[in-house]
C-alpha cells in the first residue's frame, strides 16, 4: 500500500521554498510527462503550445489514434510520452492548437501507434467542461489528481485492466455512481472525497486496502465491502451523513481511526478477522442502535462507539484481549456483557483523532 504525504499537508511544508514551482504544479494539477522511464514527450503536430490539462478523445472499443492533422475525431491534440516501463503512452495533456476536451470524453486506446497505458498525473485537473470521461481498457495506470475537481464531471467508466484509484483522482467531481473494477487492489488517499453527489459505489471483488479518507464526505447510501477487503483506513468514510447501511467483509483486519465517524448507520456487525480497530470508528453514529462483535475480533478502540446511538446489550466476546477507554463513553447503553473477566478494560487513554 502507497503512503504519501496529503497534498494539503505537503503545501504547507513546501510554503516558500518551492517559489519556483508553478502553483499547478503544487495541487497536482497541470499534467506534465512523467519521470517513469519515458521518452520525451510529443504531441501529433509540432510547434503547438501545450495546456496545463489533458483529456481525451476518441475510441470505443477498438482503439483511434491521431488523424492526419494530428488530432482525435473531437479535434483534440493529446500531449503523450513513451513510458518505458509500462511499454506504452502516457497521455499527460492536450496542445491548445486543438479543440479543449469538453463534454462527453473518450480517451483514445491508442496513440500515435502505440497502445495508451497511463494517465499522467493532473491530467485534466479543474477542468470545468468535461461531463464524462471514458477510459480505454488498455490503461492500467492512473496518476494523483488525474481529474481531481473537475466540477462538472458527472460520470466515468474505469479501465478494466485499471490497477488503483490514485490519491485525489477524482476529489471534488460531481460522479453520482462509480463502479470500481476487479483489476483494482488500492483505492488512495481522498480519491473520491468530496464527491457530495455520489450516492452509488461498486466495489470490485480485488479492492484490498482503502486508503484515508477515501470516500470522505460523499452522498454514499450503503456499502457492500468486497471479500478480499483487509483494510479501511482512516476517516475513508468520514462525514458521510446519508450512509446508513454498511456490511463490513469476513476477512478484514483494520479499522483506521475514524473510519465511519459521524454516519447515520443502524447497525454493524464486526467480522471475526479483525484485529486492528483503533479510535473513534463509530463515534458519534447517533442512528447506530446495535453491533454485534463476533468471536475473534481481539480488540476494542478508544472511544470507538463514544456518543453512538447504542442502546441494547452489547456482548464482548473471550477473544477480545483489550477495550479501549471511553468506548462506549455517552452512550445510553442497558448492558455490557464481558464472555471473559479477565478482559483489559483501559481506564485512561487520550482521544484519537
Same mark, same amino acid.
Given at each position: 500500500?502507497?503512503?504519501?504525504?496529503?497534498?494539503?499537508?505537503?503545501?504547507?511544508?513546501?510554503?516558500?521554498?518551492?517559489?519556483?514551482?508553478?502553483?499547478?504544479?503544487?495541487?497536482?494539477?497541470?499534467?506534465?510527462?512523467?519521470?517513469?522511464?519515458?521518452?520525451?514527450?510529443?504531441?501529433?503536430?509540432?510547434?503547438?503550445?501545450?495546456?496545463?490539462?489533458?483529456?481525451?478523445?476518441?475510441?470505443?472499443?477498438?482503439?483511434?489514434?491521431?488523424?492526419?492533422?494530428?488530432?482525435?475525431?473531437?479535434?483534440?491534440?493529446?500531449?503523450?510520452?513513451?513510458?518505458?516501463?509500462?511499454?506504452?503512452?502516457?497521455?499527460?495533456?492536450?496542445?491548445?492548437?486543438?479543440?479543449?476536451?469538453?463534454?462527453?470524453?473518450?480517451?483514445?486506446?491508442?496513440?500515435?501507434?502505440?497502445?495508451?497505458?497511463?494517465?499522467?498525473?493532473?491530467?485534466?485537473?479543474?477542468?470545468?467542461?468535461?461531463?464524462?470521461? =471514458? !477510459? &480505454?481498457? %488498455? +490503461?492500467?495506470?492512473? #496518476?494523483?489528481? @488525474? /481529474?481531481?475537481? *473537475?466540477?462538472?464531471?458527472?460520470? $466515468?467508466?474505469?479501465?478494466?485492466?485499471?490497477?488503483?484509484?490514485?490519491?485525489?483522482?477524482?476529489?471534488?467531481?460531481?460522479?453520482?455512481?462509480? =463502479? !470500481? &473494477?476487479? %483489476? +483494482?487492489?488500492?483505492? #488512495?488517499?481522498? @480519491? /473520491?472525497?468530496? *464527491?457530495?453527489?455520489?450516492?452509488? $459505489?461498486?466495489?470490485?471483488?480485488?479492492?484490498?486496502?482503502?486508503?484515508?479518507?477515501?470516500?470522505?464526505?460523499?452522498?454514499?447510501?450503503?456499502?457492500?465491502? &468486497?471479500? %478480499?477487503?483487509?483494510?479501511?483506513?482512516?476517516? @475513508? /468514510?468520514?462525514? *458521510?451523513?446519508?450512509?446508513?447501511v454498511v456490511t463490513l467483509n469476513e476477512g478484514l483486519t483494520k479499522l483506521g481511526v475514524c473510519a465511519f465517524y459521524g454516519a447515520p448507520v443502524?447497525?454493524?456487525?464486526? &467480522?471475526?478477522?479483525?484485529?486492528?480497530?483503533?479510535?473513534?470508528? /463509530?463515534?458519534? *453514529?447517533?442512528?447506530?442502535?446495535?453491533?454485534?462483535?463476533?468471536?475473534?475480533?481481539?480488540?476494542?478502540?478508544?472511544?470507538?462507539?463514544?456518543?453512538?446511538?447504542?442502546?441494547?446489550?452489547?456482548?464482548?466476546?473471550?477473544?477480545?484481549?483489550?477495550?479501549?477507554?471511553?468506548?462506549?463513553?455517552?452512550?445510553?447503553?442497558?448492558?455490557?456483557?464481558?464472555?471473559?473477566?479477565?478482559?483489559?478494560?483501559?481506564?485512561?487513554?487520550?482521544?484519537?483523532?
Open positions: 500500500m502507497r503512503k504519501k504525504m496529503p497534498r494539503r499537508e505537503f503545501l504547507k511544508v513546501a510554503g516558500t521554498t518551492a517559489l519556483a514551482v508553478s502553483a499547478a504544479a503544487l495541487t497536482g494539477c497541470g499534467g506534465t510527462p512523467d519521470n517513469n522511464g519515458s521518452s520525451s514527450s510529443s504531441s501529433a503536430s509540432s510547434g503547438a503550445a501545450s495546456s496545463g490539462s489533458s483529456s481525451s478523445g476518441s475510441t470505443s472499443s477498438g482503439s483511434t489514434g491521431s488523424g492526419e492533422d494530428g488530432a482525435d475525431e473531437n479535434g483534440i491534440i493529446w500531449k503523450a510520452s513513451f513510458d518505458s516501463k509500462l511499454n506504452g503512452m502516457s497521455l499527460w495533456g492536450y496542445d491548445t492548437a486543438g479543440k479543449e476536451p469538453s463534454g462527453d470524453i473518450k480517451l483514445p486506446s491508442m496513440w500515435q501507434g502505440r497502445p495508451v497505458v497511463r494517465i499522467s498525473g493532473g491530467f485534466l485537473c479543474e477542468n470545468k467542461k468535461i461531463r464524462s470521461i =471514458e !477510459i &480505454p481498457d %488498455s +490503461v492500467t495506470s492512473l #496518476g494523483d489528481s @488525474a /481529474f481531481a475537481r *473537475c466540477i462538472n464531471l458527472q460520470s $466515468v467508466r474505469l479501465s478494466k485492466n485499471i490497477r488503483e484509484i490514485s490519491n485525489w483522482a477524482f476529489e471534488g467531481t460531481a460522479l453520482t455512481v462509480v =463502479e !470500481i &473494477p476487479n %483489476s +483494482v487492489k488500492y483505492i #488512495g488517499q481522498e @480519491a /473520491f472525497e468530496d *464527491c457530495t453527489s455520489l450516492h452509488t $459505489v461498486v466495489l470490485g471483488a480485488g479492492v484490498e486496502t482503502i486508503d484515508e479518507m477515501a470516500f470522505r464526505n460523499t452522498a454514499l447510501e450503503s456499502v457492500q465491502m &468486497p471479500k %478480499s477487503l483487509r483494510t479501511i483506513d482512516r476517516s @475513508a /468514510f468520514r462525514e *458521510c451523513t446519508k450512509l446508513t443502524l447497525t454493524i456487525t464486526l &467480522p471475526k478477522t479483525l484485529r486492528n480497530m483503533h479510535g473513534s470508528v /463509530f463515534e458519534k *453514529c447517533k442512528n447506530l442502535k446495535t453491533v454485534t462483535i463476533e468471536d475473534g475480533v481481539t480488540e476494542i478502540g478508544a472511544s470507538a462507539f463514544v456518543t453512538s446511538g447504542l442502546e441494547s446489550v452489547v456482548r464482548i466476546p473471550k477473544s477480545v484481549d483489550e477495550v479501549g477507554s471511553l468506548a462506549f463513553y455517552g452512550c445510553k447503553l442497558k448492558q455490557v456483557i464481558f464472555e471473559d473477566l479477565l478482559i483489559k478494560v483501559k481506564s485512561q487513554n487520550k482521544k484519537i483523532r
